[in-house]
């Protein structure tokens, strides 16, 4: 082990390797903030993509997340990190046709700018999704059950920092005015991202278990025994039906709330992307501590706190979308930052909530199969939601007042996600504290730390600036 790592794996108490692990996800994370995130969205836009098409563009990398299924063999026989690499890799380079495509607006008809966007992306989710297969499985294999948490929480701060910087970026590059070269260059900056993030993901160890390679090959009757495995285990049972319906709710808010204040509030692209920054900004500060949170709570405790949070977002956002509250600069950008907090704290508790509950045996074709669960829940959400804008907006404002379209499309949100709440009960987790003393610690305890802290650190001050002054006389 070199000094740097041996330095690593002690301060942070995990395997030296994972900081290789952290620089692919920085970089992972500008690629797919530009990607699949806002960025995209506008530049779609600015193609002349309609809701359904935006709502399409935004659901296909979670669609073909659902390919994994069918390489776990490969995944088990030639190992997690030569199929990361090469799937990440061969990903980048499928969004080099989008950047000359941005430069050809105004050339060419709107329907062939909008598919000539599509076929790229779809390539690209494609590698994407039958890649992924590998990571989860990748990771269980690298980390000790009691630091995944803590690994988790490290990450979202590696992954939000490099996403607030590449969607601040990305408002700087954009500006007040449409340009088409403005695009080209935040999609060269996503194909230089993701041929980064697979050189670091190149310098991880092999981890794959040997007796993989001896495993004869899965047929798709093998995968469907698998299946009724996984879904036969009550505790992973559980915690899919949870995760599946609340991954539908609120899949496809963040996207349309950009299409939300861009055009209903008449926001401008700079002000939404710097006012969506904020959401990583949540996820940065407030990662590591969920991690260890959910390390020592449980993940239930947590999701129902975070879970909360949100759907109390997306109730003010049906407020302001029915006009009854006019939002300003400071109220949304606090909706986003507690929407980046909330969500940091689901996404490290279920991932860590499923790797505690998935069956021991055969985990790839297990992760695999929630993952393309996941998937289609994920990818349905804003194919719904477009279409339904599509309809809605129609009808605006001759029988639908303005805004009422976002307004029901965030309610159905709000409505699923309150179901999903109800699952999220019957979910059976071990040494899990009551959610209530989580809120408790949440609403008074915590607080009233931080304030002790701040007053006995003042009176330390105080003390030694007396002192010094002492010396000095």
Same mark, same amino acid.
């Given at each position: 082990?070199?000094?740097?790592? %041996?330095?690593?794996?002690?301060?942070?108490?995990?395997?030296?390797?994972?900081?290789?692990?952290?620089?692919?996800?920085?970089?992972?994370?500008?690629?797919?903030?530009?990607?699949?995130?806002?960025?995209?969205?506008?530049?779609?836009?600015?193609?002349?993509?309609?809701?359904?098409?935006?709502?399409?563009?935004?659901?296909?990398?979670?669609?073909?997340?659902?390919?994994?299924?069918?390489?776990?063999?490969?995944?088990?026989?030639?190992?997690?990190?030569?199929?990361?690499?090469?799937?990440?890799?061969?990903?980048?380079?499928?969004?080099?046709?989008?950047?000359?495509?941005?430069?050809?607006?105004?050339?060419?008809?709107?329907?062939?700018?909008?598919?000539?966007?599509?076929?790229?992306?779809?390539?690209?989710?494609?590698?994407?999704?039958?890649?992924?297969?590998?990571?989860?499985?990748?990771?269980?294999?690298?980390?000790?059950?009691?630091?995944?948490?803590?690994?988790?929480?490290?990450?979202?701060?590696?992954?939000?920092?490099?996403?607030?910087?590449?969607?601040? *970026?990305?408002?700087?590059?954009?500006?007040?005015?449409?340009? &088409?070269?403005?695009?080209?260059?935040?999609?060269?900056?996503?194909? &230089?991202?993701?041929?980064?993030?697979?050189?670091?993901?190149?310098?991880?160890?092999?981890?794959?278990?040997?007796?993989?390679?001896?495993?004869?090959?899965?047929?798709?009757?093998?995968?469907?025994?698998?299946?009724?495995?996984?879904?036969?285990?009550?505790?992973?049972?559980?915690?899919?039906?949870?995760?599946?319906?609340?991954?539908?709710?609120?899949?496809?808010?963040?996207?349309?709330?950009?299409?939300?204040?861009?055009?209903?509030?008449?926001?401008?692209?700079?002000?939404?992307?710097?006012?969506?920054?904020? %959401?990583?900004?949540?996820?940065?500060?407030?990662?590591?501590?969920?991690?260890?949170?959910? !390390?020592? *709570?449980?993940?239930?405790?947590?999701?129902?706190?975070? !879970?909360?949070?949100?759907?109390?977002?997306?109730?003010?956002?049906?407020?302001?979308?029915?006009?009854?509250?006019?939002?300003?600069?400071?109220?949304? &950008?606090?909706?986003?930052?507690?929407?980046?907090?909330?969500?940091?704290?689901?996404?490290?508790?279920?991932?860590?909530?499923?790797?505690?509950? %998935?069956?021991?045996?055969?985990?790839?074709?297990?992760?695999?199969?929630?993952?393309?669960? =996941?998937?289609?829940?994920?990818?349905?959400?804003?194919?719904?939601?477009? #279409? *339904?804008?599509?309809?809605?907006? %129609?009808?605006?404002?001759?029988?639908?007042?303005?805004?009422?379209?976002?307004?029901?499309?965030?309610?159905?949100? =709000?409505?699923?996600?309150?179901?999903?709440?109800?699952?999220?009960?019957?979910?059976?987790?071990?040494? *899990?504290?009551?959610?209530?003393?989580?809120?408790?610690?949440?609403?008074?305890?915590?607080?009233?730390?931080?304030?002790?802290?701040?007053?006995?650190?003042?009176?330390?001050?105080?003390?030694?600036?007396? #002192?010094?002054?002492?010396?000095?006389?």
């Amino acid at each position: 082990m070199s000094r740097s790592a %041996s330095r690593f794996a002690t301060k942070h108490g995990l395997p030296p390797e994972t900081r290789w692990l952290l620089a692919f996800q920085a970089c992972n994370a500008v690629n797919f903030t530009i990607a699949l995130g806002a960025p995209m969205v506008l530049t779609a836009r600015f193609l002349g993509a309609t809701e359904w098409q935006i709502g399409l563009l935004t659901g296909l990398a979670p669609f073909m997340a659902g390919l994994q299924l069918f390489m776990t063999n490969a995944v088990d026989r030639m190992g997690y990190r030569r199929i990361m690499v090469l799937g990440w890799a061969t990903r980048a380079f499928m969004l080099l046709p989008i950047i000359p495509l941005t430069l050809m607006a105004g050339r060419l008809p709107e329907h062939l700018l909008v598919l000539g966007m599509i076929v790229p992306m779809l390539l690209f989710t494609t590698i994407r999704g039958m890649a992924a297969g590998a990571w989860l499985p990748w990771l269980r294999a690298l980390l000790p059950e009691d630091q995944r948490g803590y690994f988790l929480g490290v990450e979202q701060r590696a992954i939000n920092i490099a996403a607030f910087a590449a969607m601040i *970026a990305s408002g700087l590059i954009l500006g007040a005015e449409q340009r &088409a070269w403005q695009y080209a260059v935040l999609f060269g900056i996503a194909w &230089a991202a993701g041929v980064a993030s697979a050189w670091f993901l190149s310098k991880m160890p092999e981890c794959r278990p040997e007796e993989a390679a001896r495993q004869p090959r899965r047929r798709l009757a093998d995968l469907a025994r698998a299946a009724r495995y996984a879904f036969g285990h009550a505790p992973f049972r559980r915690a899919a039906r949870f995760i599946v319906l609340y991954t539908l709710a609120v899949s496809a808010v963040p996207a349309f709330l950009v299409l939300f204040l861009n055009e209903d509030m008449g926001w401008t692209r700079r002000e939404v992307l710097v006012m969506q920054a904020l %959401s990583p900004i949540g996820i940065l500060f407030t990662a590591v501590g969920f991690g260890r949170l959910s !390390d020592r *709570a449980g993940s239930r405790p947590v999701l129902r706190v975070v !879970d909360a949070g949100q759907l109390g977002c997306i109730a003010y956002w049906i407020l302001c979308a029915l006009r009854m509250i006019v939002p300003g600069y400071a109220d949304m &950008a606090a909706s986003w930052l507690v929407w980046g907090v909330c969500t940091a704290g689901h996404a490290i508790s279920q991932t860590r909530l499923v790797l505690a509950s %998935s069956p021991k045996r055969d985990v790839t074709a297990t992760m695999a199969i929630l993952q393309v669960t =996941l998937a289609l829940s994920a990818g349905t959400s804003p194919l719904l939601v477009g #279409k *339904a804008l599509d309809v809605m907006r %129609s009808m605006e404002p001759d029988r639908l007042p303005t805004g009422a379209s976002f307004a029901i499309a965030f309610g159905a949100a =709000l409505a699923m996600g309150l179901v999903a709440q109800v699952l999220l009960g019957s979910v059976k987790e071990k040494r *899990a504290v009551p959610a209530q003393a989580l809120l408790v610690q949440a609403l008074y305890a915590w607080p009233v730390r931080v304030v002790s802290g701040f007053a006995i650190g003042a009176g330390q001050v105080k003390r030694r600036l007396g #002192k010094n002054g002492r010396r000095g006389r």
